[in-house]
């Protein structure tokens, strides 16, 4: 039987959700996605929990985002048309202190998880950055627009306009991360957050994530389907999304010339 693409376990009140896809850098599907949704769901309503840990498996990639695979044919139609991604939005709802343990890199999808969580905590060779630009996989709705909270407008605007990659020491000085490690040193890291949260009040702990919600709630009505029905409509029809996905599984450069 083979192992499961998405893991869970909980271990001294830590709820640990890691993406067990190493082959393709932690990449998930719409199914990992949905997973994901429920773990954390679950993780919320147990009271043997008071922290919980995104990761992905290894030491090369937290994630890489969606896999291309996928999105570039999920039985016919690309697997980002009509997908509600919700799992940010249950990250921010969620009552309880969510850690991303960034061991590698965190890229496209994986890098707005990292983001949305309270704390990002990354070994020192991990790299971040935006890619749906490069590969025709869009975004938008809150998504993008909390990384203006984060990084302020222009720096945001950076990282998704011009998808460029960033270290882990610019992710830490830029207000990405929280601290920087050695790979050696992640997980003792992640445990001295998750000690010092669990040792305050649960529930001024929950008061001051609602309290963040609350300032993030006029972006939150948004979503990526809003945003490409409101732009361009006819969007998964026009094969844009398909060239940028051949043309990285190609390892060539993308000729998006004919959609400006």
Known sequence: ???????????????????????TLNAFTGDNIVEMERLILEATADKKVGVIVLTGSGDRA??????VNWEKDAGGKSGLEGLKFNFNRHIVECPKP??????????????????????????????????GPRVGSPAGGYI????????GHKR???????????????????????SVVPMAELDVEVRKYCDELLALSPTCLKILKRSFYYHMAPIMER????????????????????????????KRKPDFSAFR
């Open 1 to 23: 039987m083979s192992e499961r693409e998405i893991m869970y376990d909980v271990k001294d009140y830590v709820a640990t959700i890691t993406i067990n896809r190493p082959k």
């Open 62 to 67: 937290f994630c890489v985002g969606g896999d």
């Open 156 to 178: 945001a605007r950076e990282l998704w306009m011009l998808a460029r990659r960033y270290t882990a020491k610019q992710a830490l000085d830029w207000g990405l991360a929280n």
């Open 98 to 131: 969510v850690i991303a343990r960034v061991n590698g890199y965190a890229i496209g999808g994986g890098h707005h998880i990292a983001y949305f969580c309270d704390f990002t905590i990354a070994a020192e060779h991990a790299i971040f950055g935006q890619n």
């Open 223 to 250: 979503d990526m389907d809003d945003l490409v029905r409101e732009v361009a409509p006819a969007y998964f029809t026009t094969q844009e999304q398909q060239e940028g996905a051949n043309a990285f599984l190609e």
């Open 144 to 151: 993008v627009s909390h990384s203006a909270n984060v990084l």
